[in-house]
Nanobody
């Protein structure tokens, strides 16, 4: 099982980045793919997720209207398009897989698989 996150980097405030999460080793359609963020000293929290079986999405209040999550089921890949980035978006972004039978949107306690993080740094 593998979740490979990529696309992080350094961007100025107001800029955009697109993160990708490529999944392998499990049945992609049976899972919700979520993005969590973690800043130093903070708990990991969910910002967006997508139920790959039907395309249902969720956004936290902090990113709604600025971030867009999508999936390409043929490629077992989920994207997080981030726009109008703010310095407070700076964090390590983790993709995660939660079985779709769990409550939606998922919490970190229901995550079955974690990917490695990708660092997003937004400069002011």
């Amino acid at each position: 099982v593998q979740l490979q996150a990529s696309g992080g980097g350094l961007v100025q405030a107001g800029g955009s980045l697109r993160l990708s999460c490529v999944a392998s080793g499990f049945s992609f359609d049976d899972y919700v793919i979520a993005w969590f963020t973690q800043s130093p000293g903070e708990e990991r929290e969910g910002v967006s997720c997508i139920r790959t079986s039907d395309g249902s999405t969720y956004y936290s209040d902090s990113v709604r209207g600025r971030f867009t999550i999508s999936s390409d089921n043929a490629k077992n890949t989920v994207y997080l398009q981030m726009s109008s980035l703010k310095p407070e978006d700076t964090a390590v972004y983790y993709c995660a897989a939660v079985h779709r039978h769990h409550y939606f949107p998922p919490t970190r306690n229901t995550v079955r698989y974690w990917g490695q993080g990708t660092l997003v740094t937004v400069s002011s």
